[in-house]
């Protein structure tokens, strides 16, 4: 059985040591759309080292490598075409306030969870990011969909999510990005060809390479922290969203933002063509 709950879940992917600096920490900031007015005193807070502040949303670099050890065929339970894995949805709990600048880290991926969804499986990463004298830092978990191999009789899982409020947004947040977006954000660890490669996006159905859904992930987390948040990365205790479409490079990703006590809602879809981005996003406030 190319899927087996019973053996995968609770099974090591991947561990590792991440040492970041703030130049590790700028870059992400720029791949995520940062310092497009280079003078302006809020945009240099994220793209200088004096003062330097770190999008909570940077937590998912240094957990990124715990959980690539999937794509081997290590974990037991779990044999699948990496060519049908889909990353469907992404979760941080952000325990350090404020994040490091700079920083030595340990991650650790487990299987936290198999459901089977018919058509697919679909896989949950936990993967536990501490310092370097153990105290924690992040807990990401990573959603990824395993096309054509459910059907294996498991637990669906929890249905829905939790969509925006039906009110008018209570602020919109436009994101213009680059043509060459997705290649700054390669540089940040996932060399993806889907990302760079037109031949290899062309076979996989797309006009041309698209943007990292963990890009789009992370330019609205930032159009949330600066339009909602007064820039205030550490207000934000977790953060979760389900990839719901793609950004082409160059496209401007329109974030809509509703604040609803300690929760913040976001809708994110691409202004030129009306499709969505990010679906069910919550932010959760400390």
């Known amino acids: 059985m190319p899927v087996d709950p019973t053996q995968a879940v609770g099974a090591l992917v991947g ?60 974990v037991p339970g779990l044999s699948f075409n990496p060519m049908l894995l889909l990353h469907g949805e992404q979760e941080i709990e952000v325990a350090a306030r404020p994040v490091p600048a700079a920083a030595t880290a340990r991650s650790v991926g487990r299987v936290a969870a198999v459901y089977d969804k018919g058509k697919a499986a679909l896989v949950v990463v936990e993967v536990e990011t501490t310092g370097a004298s153990g105290e924690p830092l992040f807990r990401n978990r990573f959603s990824l969909f395993l096309r054509g191999e459910g059907g294996f009789g498991g637990d669906p899982g929890p249905r829905g999510g939790e969509p925006p409020p039906e009110e008018a947004p209570d602020m919109v947040v436009e994101s213009p990005t680059l043509p ?14 889907l990302h760079a490669d037109p ?5 996989a159905g797309f006009e041309r390479p698209i943007l990292h859904g963990l890009c789009s992930y992370g330019v609205a987390c930032k159009a ?26 160059g496209e401007t990703i329109v974030t809509s933002l509703w604040r609803r006590g300690d929760r913040l809602h976001l809708a994110a879809a691409t202004k030129e063509r009306g499709t969505p981005v990010l679906a069910n996003a919550v932010i959760t406030l400390r």
């Open 180 to 193: 060459q977006q997705a290649l700054l954000y390669r540089l940040l660890g996932d060399r993806n060809p």
């Open 15 to 74: 561990e590792g040591t991440t040492t970041w600096d703030s130049g590790d920490v700028i870059l992400y900031h720029l791949a995520v759309g940062a310092g497009s007015d280079p003078v302006a005193p809020g945009e240099l807070a994220y793209c200088y080292e004096v003062g330097l502040k770190v999008l909570p949303s940077f937590g998912v670099i240094p957990a990124q490598g715990a959980m690539l050890g999937l794509l081997g065929g290590r």
């Open 199 to 203: 031949a290899f996006a062309a076979a």
């Open 224 to 249: 949330a922290v600066d339009g909602m948040l007064a820039g205030d990365p550490g207000a934000v205790a977790g953060y979760r969203a389900r990839f719901a479409g793609v950004v082409l490079p």
